[in-house]
């Protein structure tokens, strides 16, 4: 897995939001979210303003930190299933390549 600079952790915060990063740039995002206090702060003043804001325009309450584990445990399973999706690609893929490898073994034994 790759390793994210503070700074780049804090460019990728409105991709993050608008779900707009890729498998591998999420999965480094996460591990820094988690491993760094200061870009933690800054995810959480960033959800804050982002959250926050919407919140008060339409008056229902809101709770800091339990939208923050929200975001985290929405983003985490989002990632979990594109890994599953791209397994299940892989094998897919590995199957049909073994049904036509398959096909082929048994055209030879027929026609030979
Ligand atoms: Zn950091």
């Not at 985290?72 to 199957?95: C, D, E, P, Y």
């Amino acid at each position: 897995m790759k390793a994210l600079s503070c700074k780049t952790f804090e460019k990728e915060i409105d991709s993050f939001f608008d779900d707009d990063l890729d498998s591998d740039d999420l999965e480094a995002f996460l591990a820094h979210s988690e491993s760094c206090r200061d870009c933690r702060e800054e995810l959480t003043i960033r959800l804050l303003i982002r959250e926050g804001l919407k919140r008060l325009e339409d008056g229902r309450a809101f709770h800091l930190g339990n939208e923050y584990d929200r975001m985290l445990r929405t983003a985490k399973n989002r990632l979990k299933r594109r890994f599953l999706l791209q397994k299940i690609a892989g094998f897919s893929l590995a199957f049909v390549i073994l049904a036509i490898v398959t096909v082929v073994v048994i055209a030879i034994f027929v026609l030979l």
